[in-house]
């Protein structure tokens, strides 16, 4: 996905009509434009890797969890059904257990992903930003497409977040 962010919108700040339009009149000098451009750089890389790490802390210590003990229960319930009678296939379970499996799965593995990328931040401010855009935010967005799946297939219950219709039309 094609990215537009402050990495691709700040460099054009230094563009020559930009910098001949505020240096002209007297709004920044060159060196005020400069620095001004950079720390809002900075400010960009480190709000979203704040974001970033805040959302592989969630994933691992709450959404993982919750998916998986929601998977646990609804696997006794299987197996209590299957004890009282034998005969029962519980194919909603089982077929509801592999799915949650399997997303948890997924969830571990962007997680970690998401982990290798921010790890891998380093480098210039400029450099930094374009890696947040070509790598943290792509990587951010398929951990949260995982989630946001994990959270239809999870009872509200085990869900450890209010859910968007809670958070639009809770008082």
Same mark, same amino acid.
């Given at each position: 996905?094609?990215?537009?962010?402050?990495?691709?919108?700040?460099? &054009?700040?230094?563009?020559?009509?930009? /910098?001949?339009?505020?240096?002209? &009149?007297?709004?920044?000098?060159?060196? =005020?434009?400069?620095? %001004?451009?950079?720390?809002?750089?900075?400010?960009?890389?480190?709000?979203?890797?704040?974001?970033? /790490?805040?959302?592989?802390?969630? !994933?691992?210590?709450?959404?993982?969890?919750? #998916?998986?003990?929601?998977?646990?229960?609804?696997? !006794?319930?299987?197996?209590?059904?299957?004890?009282?009678?034998?005969?029962?296939?519980? %194919?909603?379970?089982? =077929?509801?257990?592999?799915?949650?499996?399997?997303?948890?799965?997924?969830?571990?593995? %962007?997680?970690?992903?998401?982990?290798?990328?921010?790890?891998?931040?380093?480098?210039?401010?400029?450099?930094?930003?374009?890696?947040? /855009?070509?790598?943290?935010?792509?990587?951010?967005?398929?951990?949260?497409?995982?989630?946001?799946?994990?959270?239809?297939?999870?009872?509200?219950?085990?869900?450890?977040?209010?859910?968007?219709?809670?958070?639009?039309?809770? #008082?």
């Amino acid at each position: 996905m094609n990215y537009r962010t402050t990495a691709d919108c700040m460099p &054009h700040l230094l563009d020559r009509k930009n /910098r001949e339009l505020l240096t002209s &009149h007297g709004v920044f000098s060159e060196a =005020e434009l400069a620095s %001004r451009c950079e720390i809002m750089l900075e400010n960009y890389c480190k709000t979203i890797c704040i974001e970033a /790490r805040t959302m592989v802390t969630m !994933a691992r210590t709450q959404i993982a969890p919750a #998916v998986e003990s929601f998977a646990a229960a609804t696997a !006794a319930n299987a197996a209590c059904k299957k004890t009282l009678c034998g005969t029962l296939k519980c %194919r909603y379970e089982t =077929e509801l257990v592999e799915t949650l499996s399997a997303l948890t799965d997924e969830i571990a593995a %962007r997680t970690a992903a998401l982990e290798t990328e921010i790890s891998a931040l380093s480098g210039g401010v400029a450099e930094e930003a374009a890696r947040i /855009r070509d790598a943290v935010l792509p990587a951010m967005e398929a951990l949260r497409g995982v989630c946001d799946e994990a959270e239809r297939k999870t009872a509200k219950a085990n869900w450890p977040f209010p859910t968007y219709a809670e958070l639009l039309f809770g #008082v």
